[in-house]
């Protein structure tokens, strides 16, 4: 059994003070996204205590060692920053795009917390609850199967859904990459003008558009989706295009114990 995210997260506030990998450290620091942070190390533009340091196993302590990219100090950030955002549709989960699309990144307030980014991604046309954090750790429980965090999608697909028709999903469903973990699903609502079907279903995998696909694969092509619970933690009252942060207390909630949310 994987531990609860409380305890992982409960001395979140004195990370700073753990010695962390340096292209943690840098990302943290708002210097560039860790991939980014990576190659400016094995470009020889980061120092440790005045030594050029290329190797990306390195660790420093924010206490007392000294890092600079390019001559320039680097302060650590004081804590890990954890958020939610309420995504609209149109937007894509990125914090940059090359092609200057709209992208979750100008809805969040990525200059009050440099190193910023999602846990995990929700499609352009997708909307609903999306975390970010400024925490690798936390991302990499949130998302990796393994520690069964279940999130709960609100599907509403074409077509008037039988009970027996979401079973292949529950027993684990085929797809061109893989058959994937058994889901929780169960009929919501029928929109009978609409002839389509309101489906909650429940999956802690996170395949690039795996809810989509899984229910088409079933004959119901989804029409519109919304992500509604990442673990026991929804977004409430929170608006389209607005985000806030998380408490304590929810970061509690979002349990990592296996199976939890089932």
Known sequence: MSEPASKSLSSASQERLVPMRLQRFLARSGVASRRGSEDLMTAGRVSVN??????????VDSTKDVVTVDGVVIEAAAEAAYLMLNKPSGFLTTMKDPQDRPC???????DQYPGLFPVGRLDKDTTGLLLFSTDGD??????????????????IVDGLVQDEELD?????????DGRCAPACCHVEKYFEQEASTLVEIKIHE??????KRMLARIGHPVLALHRSYVGCLGLGDLRPGSWRMLTREE??????EKGAGA
């Open 50 to 59: 005045g030594q050029v340091v290329r190797e990306l196993g390195t660790k």
């Open 138 to 155: 936390f991302a990499q429980a949130i998302l990796h199967p393994k520690h069964y965090v279940w999130k709960t999608y609100e599907a």
């Open 251 to 256: 970061l509690d909630l979002i349990c990592i």
């Open 168 to 176: 292949p999903l529950r027993e684990g469903i085929l797809l061109d």
């Open 206 to 211: 996170g395949r690039k558009n795996q809810v």
């Open 104 to 110: 979750v990144a100008s809805l969040v307030p990525r």
